[in-house]
């Protein structure tokens, strides 16, 4: 049974979160919201707990753990970089990816010597985590292999029955996962793009890079599968401004004449019958509001039943656009595991 509890997500229930730690404490799962996305946590200390999470996402055993903390004091180890960074990024979107300290599961490792680590920057989070009283391990909460969820109905729809209790805190705010900087690799590694930007790490930390060296595979192991997919087949449309239309009609026309039923995830603002689609999911225009909304879109379309999704896709090699074609490319299946190029191709 999977129970779910409404929760403020500036001014959270005080009994809310109370309930949410014990259910750590007692070795259960609870799903709460981040700046992210929705995390399926766990008693990071306690293995068996740690397995469950495995077991309700259907996750390969060999994918560890982001491990979420209340305060940078409850992490030894930073080091002298790792300290300038959570100065300026915690609470925030940055995980770091650490010695694994005693006391933290192997579990969460999946056997690596390492533990990934982040203060998340969200009230619901963090007294969930205060109250629990203990690091909580924490994927995002979905099926393996399906898409991030931001909202709680997306935990739901993957989870219902999997989970013990669902602290349901309306949207997240920034919709892509946190970033994942490998701060035992020389030099630093960014393993995952997101919300704080390789050039803003740059800034505090020179020399970092991003993706693995060219032919070698990424050390981040989930990076490996393919990720964020929803299920109907995602095409990316990397035709920009005056040409999104013209490149959309033809591409949708070609597969509904197949008997596909397509849907288009664009900025602005469209009508099916200008992209030649059967249905439209509309984003903002900030890239900002594209991250926000794209997982959502995902599972919009799906919902909408979609077959093929032209998904537009002209975004910036760099700051929020590299996370944002990072994603794009996941769902479409096309990400190479190395760095990405820049802009789409
Ligand atoms: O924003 C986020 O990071 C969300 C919220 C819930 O905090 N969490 C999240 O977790 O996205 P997950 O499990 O979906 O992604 C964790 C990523 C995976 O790519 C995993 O392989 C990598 O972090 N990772 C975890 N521990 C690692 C380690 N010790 N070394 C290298 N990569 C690691
Ligand atoms: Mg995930």
Redesign the pocket.
């Known amino acids: 049974m999977t129970r779910v509890l409404r929760v403020d997500p500036r001014q959270p229930d005080p009994a809310a979160l109370a309930e949410g730690g014990a259910v750590l404490r007692a070795g259960g799962l609870v799903a709460?919201p981040?700046?992210?996305?929705?995390?399926?946590?766990a008693d990071a200390t306690n293995g068996e707990a740690v397995g469950r999470v495995f077991t309700a996402k259907d996750?390969p055993a060999d994918?560890?753990?982001?491990?979420?903390v209340a305060s940078p004091g409850d992490v030894p180890g930073l080091g002298r970089r790792g300290r300038l960074l959570v100065e300026a990024f915690w609470p925030g979107?940055l995980?770091l990816?650490?010695p694994?300290w005693p006391g933290i599961a192997a579990e969460?490792?999946?056997g690596?010597?390492?533990?990934?680590v982040?203060m998340?920057d969200h009230p619901v989070?963090l007294g969930l985590i205060a109250r629990a009283g203990v690091p909580v391990a924490?994927?995002?909460?979905?099926r393996s292999g399906r898409v991030?969820p931001t909202a709680a109905g997306h935990v739901l729809a993957d989870l219902r029955g999997r989970v013990d209790l669902v602290l349901d805190g309306g949207p997240t705010r920034?919709g892509?996962?946190?970033?994942?900087l490998?701060l035992?690799s020389d030099p630093p590694r960014v393993?995952?793009p997101?919300?704080v930007t390789l050039e803003e790490l740059q800034q505090l930390v020179p020399g970092v890079v991003a993706g693995a060296p060219l032919g070698e595979p990424l050390?981040?192991?989930?990076?490996?599968y393919r990720?964020y997919a929803p299920r109907a087949r995602v095409i990316l449309v990397a035709a920009g401004g005056g040409e999104l239309a013209a490149a959309m009609r033809e591409l949708a026309g070609e597969h509904r004449r197949g008997g596909a039923r397509v849907g288009a995830l664009v900025r602005g603002s469209w009508e099916p019958g200008q992209l030649g689609v059967d249905i439209v999911h509309s984003l903002g225009e900030s890239l900002a509001e594209v991250a926000a909304g794209l997982y959502a879109g995902l599972r919009a379309l799906d919902a909408g039943g979609a077959d093929v999704i032209l998904a537009e896709a002209a975004f910036p090699g760099e700051g929020l656009g590299r996370a944002i074609g990072d994603r794009l490319r996941r769902a479409a299946g096309t990400h190479s595991g190395n760095q990405s190029p820049p802009g789409i191709q």
């Open positions: 709460f981040t700046e992210t996305v929705y995390g399926l946590g996750r994918n560890p753990l982001i491990v979420h979107p995980s990816v650490l694994r969460v490792g999946c690596l010597p390492t533990v990934a982040r998340p989070a924490a994927p995002s909460a979905n991030s920034l892509l996962e946190s970033t994942v490998d035992t393993l995952r997101g919300g050390p981040s192991p989930g990076t490996r990720h």
